[in-house]
Every structure is written in C-alpha cells, then in structure tokens.
C-alpha cells in the first residue's frame, strides 16, 4: 500500500463529502415551511414535488445530518437542522393514540398510510439515538427508548425467535403474503442490529445490550447461509427459507417484475447486504466491547466472497447479486451497494491486513468517483447499467436518499485515516 495513493483517495472522498455531498443536502432538505426534510429530487437536483415524507427518508435525514454533525462537519450548523428532522418526527409523525411512527405522511404533514411498518421504526430507533449522542437532546433517546418498547411488546416472536414486521396502526399483525405478516426479512434484522447497537451505546442499558447480543446471533445463525455466510432475504415464520417476494408497503425494492416474486427467488444473495452486515457487526462488537477477531473467520468468508464474486475487475464497481454458492445473477450497479462495499473493503483491510481488500476497495472508489456520482449536482446516481451508464437518474426519492451515500464517506475517511496512521 502507498501512502501518497491512500491520502490521494481520502483527499477525494473528504472534497466529495463537504464541498459537494452534504452541500447537496443541507441547501436542500429543510422544509420551512411544513417542517420535517424535502427528500425528492431529479438528475439536476431540482425538487419533484411529490407530495409525500416517508418515515425510511425523514430518520435517514435525521441520522445522516446527526452523524455528520457528531462526526465534526458543518461547523456546528447541522444541530439546528437535526433539531427541525426530529421536530417534524415527534410533532407529526408520532402517533399519539397508539404509540409508534406511521409509514408515510404528505408535505404538510398529514397521514397518508398509518401502517406500523418495523423497518421504518428501525431506522428510527437508529436516527434518534444517534441524534442524541451528536446533540446531547434527550427526546432523541426518549423516542428510540418508546419505539425499543413497542418493537418487543408487539414484535417479537416468543417461539421461533426473531421478529414479526408488519402491522395495522393498532399492532394488529399483517395477514400473509404481500402484506407480510408471515415473512421475517433479513432487511429488518440487519437493520435493528445497527439500530440497538446506537441505541446501547447511547443508553449503557443491560436490556439494550441483551437485545442486541440476540439479534446478532439471529443473524449469524438463522438468516446468514451456513455455509457461504452470505445473506438470505426473506423467511417464513419457522425461519424456513421464503420466496423473495414484492411487499404492499415497499422500501425501496422497485426491480421486481410485475408478478411481484424474483426470478431466483430462493437463491439469491445481495453483495452490499453481505458488505453492509459485515461492517455493522464490527462495528457492533466494538462497542459491545468485544473483540472482533472473535467473528474474524465468518468475516473472512464474507469479504473474501465480496470480492470473489461481487467485485467487477473488467469494468469496476459491485455487482448487485448472485447465488450463494457464487457467481452473479445481476450485473447492473446499485448506488448503495458500492457505498456499503467500500466501508467493507477498509475494515477487510483493518481486520486482516490482506492487499487485496485494498485493491477491492480502489476499484469500487474509482468506479463511485468515475461513474456513480452526478458530476455538478453532488449526489449518486440510483442504477447504472454495468458500464456506469446511470438508469434511474433521481438524486433523492423515499427510498433513495443520503444515509449511505453521506455515511459511506464519512466512515470510509475514518478508515483511511486510521490506516495512514499505520505508516506513522
């Protein structure tokens, strides 16, 4: 590894992230006049208008703004606009009579679907925590603490383990199928693990960390392959393997075919998932105060079928999925699965010291910074073809919004310089 290549590259995502990145954001996001954050813009950075605030895009603000400002940008400007996010959450979005967030409201702030959606409420538990530690408000803690309560007075299944995730506004569970009251998500799981893993950290809590702990080992134990320790989308109840189908209420998964079913429905894995998962748990075991090298063989498995599998050395970037035995199924670019597979690349490198986590890494860097950000706007393209030509050219859409992209730099120059230090 060269030391003036690694700086060169970190010089690069540090100008991205506070002269473009966040920029494209902070000058855009503050609604002033019904509260909460804009979140719909198309290829030039222009708002839609579409007339809905998602409860995925108002905490994906909320956290990202939050952790930029926890993690020292915006001079201190950030608080006061994580202080309009969580307003507009707890105002509007907070359903008094039931407890918990309803699924989706319109720009003024009225309901639109009142669902109790475990996702959205994953994020969160994850936005408000996070809000807390970066601000010292205590109603970030507050409100993650509530939603922590509901979530295992409604959701947990107390006999196959895991979580229930879709309910009416009362907690009444979902029926079957497309509803999914009958399918437990690797989505959600994953999710609530980065979620318990903020809210622990901000909380100190027993329960917290117990929950956590368990939600971890679901992971490892019912929803990773055991063999390929690559991740399985969806299941039944009894953790038996479920056709990976199109849900009523949707989080982002636009690229299913009309029959709402995909085509691999049973063997399919998602490589920016299996990234993304990796990270979260060392990261989760950091601040569980556990050393990660304890999971250092399943975390092996997974970087080293990243970048067997996921990684296109002809052309760049990841992939977006393929069997769990290898191999790739879908070969278009996904905006979020690049940025979640370069935080994978560096803590492959911090973790195991192996060159070709490193050279994993430079590839998808070079393809984000040639390809897959929106040269004079600041934000990513959604889709590309596997060339880098972009397909969906929106800059922001409920689904699609700032927490990977602002994320994966922010954690990506942690990483990078902590590896310089390496030369020190």
């Given at each position: 590894m060269n030391k003036?290549?690694?700086?060169?590259?970190?010089?690069?995502?540090?100008?991205?992230?506070?002269?473009?990145?966040?920029?494209?954001?902070?000058?855009?996001?503050?609604?002033?006049?019904?509260?909460?954050?804009?979140?719909?813009?198309?290829?030039?950075?222009?708002?839609?208008?579409?007339?809905?605030?998602?409860?995925?895009?108002?905490?994906?603000?909320?956290?990202?703004?939050?952790?930029?400002?926890?993690?020292?940008?915006?001079?201190?400007?950030?608080?006061?606009?994580?202080k309009h996010g969580i307003n507009f959450l707890i105002d509007k979005m907070w359903d008094n009579e039931h407890g918990g967030f309803y699924w989706m409201l319109d720009r003024k702030g009225n309901v639109k679907i009142d669902q109790k959606i475990i996702y959205g409420h994953s994020f969160a538990i994850y936005s408000l925590s996070e809000y807390t530690l970066a601000t010292g408000d205590q109603r970030g803690v507050e409100y993650a603490e509530k939603v922590f309560?509901?979530?295992?007075?409604?959701?947990?299944?107390?006999?196959?383990?895991?979580?229930?995730?879709?309910?009416?506004?009362?907690?009444?569970?979902?029926?079957?199928?497309?509803?999914?009251?009958?399918?437990?998500?690797?989505?959600?799981?994953?999710?609530?693990?980065?979620?318990?893993?903020?809210?622990?950290?901000c909380t100190g809590k027993e329960l917290h960390r117990r929950k956590l702990l368990e939600d971890i080992d679901i992971l490892n134990i019912r929803i990773n392959h055991p063999k390929y320790k690559t991740g399985i989308p969806q299941f039944f109840k009894n953790w038996t393997i479920a056709p990976q189908i199109k849900f009523d209420i949707i989080w982002g998964w636009d690229r299913f075919s009309e029959e709402g079913e995909k085509g691999n429905a049973t063997d399919n894995t998602c490589y920016g998932h299996n990234a993304e998962f990796a990270w979260l748990l060392i990261h989760a075991l950091k601040i569980l105060k556990i050393d990660p090298s304890t999971y250092s063989k399943t975390f092996k498995i997974i970087f080293d079928h990243t970048i067997n599998n996921g990684i296109d050395y002809e052309?760049?970037?990841?992939?977006?999925?393929?069997?769990?035995?290898?191999?790739?199924?879908?070969?278009?670019?996904?905006?979020?699965?690049?940025?979640?597979?370069?935080?994978?690349?560096?803590?492959?490198?911090?973790?195991?010291?192996?060159?070709?986590?490193?050279?994993?890494?430079?590839?998808?860097?070079?393809?984000?910074?040639?390809?897959?950000?929106?040269?004079?706007?600041?934000?990513?393209?959604?889709?590309?073809?596997r060339k880098g030509e972009p397909i969906w050219t929106?800059?922001?859409?409920?689904?699609?919004?700032?927490?990977?992209?602002?994320?994966s730099m922010i954690q990506s120059i942690e990483r990078l310089e902590v590896v310089l230090k390496k030369f020190d």
């Amino acid at each position: 590894m060269n030391k003036n290549e690694i700086i060169a590259l970190k010089d690069e995502a540090s100008n991205h992230l506070t002269n473009e990145l966040l920029p494209f954001w902070t000058t855009r996001m503050k609604d002033e006049k019904n509260g909460g954050y804009i979140t719909h813009f198309d290829k030039d950075g222009k708002d839609t208008g579409e007339d809905e605030k998602s409860l995925i895009a108002q905490t994906r603000c909320l956290y990202t703004i939050s952790s930029a400002h926890r993690a020292g940008y915006g001079n201190g400007e950030y608080a006061e606009l994580a202080k309009h996010g969580i307003n507009f959450l707890i105002d509007k979005m907070w359903d008094n009579e039931h407890g918990g967030f309803y699924w989706m409201l319109d720009r003024k702030g009225n309901v639109k679907i009142d669902q109790k959606i475990i996702y959205g409420h994953s994020f969160a538990i994850y936005s408000l925590s996070e809000y807390t530690l970066a601000t010292g408000d205590q109603r970030g803690v507050e409100y993650a603490e509530k939603v922590f309560d509901l979530i295992q007075k409604y959701c947990v299944d107390t006999m196959y383990g895991g979580y229930w995730e879709m309910f009416q506004r009362d907690w009444t569970l979902n029926g079957p199928g497309s509803a999914g009251g009958d399918r437990k998500t690797l989505d959600v799981h994953m999710h609530l693990m980065e979620a318990y893993t903020t809210l622990y950290e901000c909380t100190g809590k027993e329960l917290h960390r117990r929950k956590l702990l368990e939600d971890i080992d679901i992971l490892n134990i019912r929803i990773n392959h055991p063999k390929y320790k690559t991740g399985i989308p969806q299941f039944f109840k009894n953790w038996t393997i479920a056709p990976q189908i199109k849900f009523d209420i949707i989080w982002g998964w636009d690229r299913f075919s009309e029959e709402g079913e995909k085509g691999n429905a049973t063997d399919n894995t998602c490589y920016g998932h299996n990234a993304e998962f990796a990270w979260l748990l060392i990261h989760a075991l950091k601040i569980l105060k556990i050393d990660p090298s304890t999971y250092s063989k399943t975390f092996k498995i997974i970087f080293d079928h990243t970048i067997n599998n996921g990684i296109d050395y002809e052309l760049g970037g990841v992939y977006v999925e393929g069997p769990h035995s290898g191999g790739v199924s879908d070969k278009e670019k996904e905006f979020w699965q690049q940025a979640e597979v370069l935080i994978g690349m560096l803590d492959g490198v911090l973790l195991f010291g192996d060159e070709k986590y490193w050279e994993a890494y430079k590839n998808v860097h070079r393809f984000v910074f040639d390809k897959v950000i929106n040269k004079g706007v600041g934000e990513w393209y959604a889709l590309l073809t596997r060339k880098g030509e972009p397909i969906w050219t929106h800059m922001g859409h409920s689904w699609k919004i700032n927490y990977h992209t602002v994320r994966s730099m922010i954690q990506s120059i942690e990483r990078l310089e902590v590896v310089l230090k390496k030369f020190d």
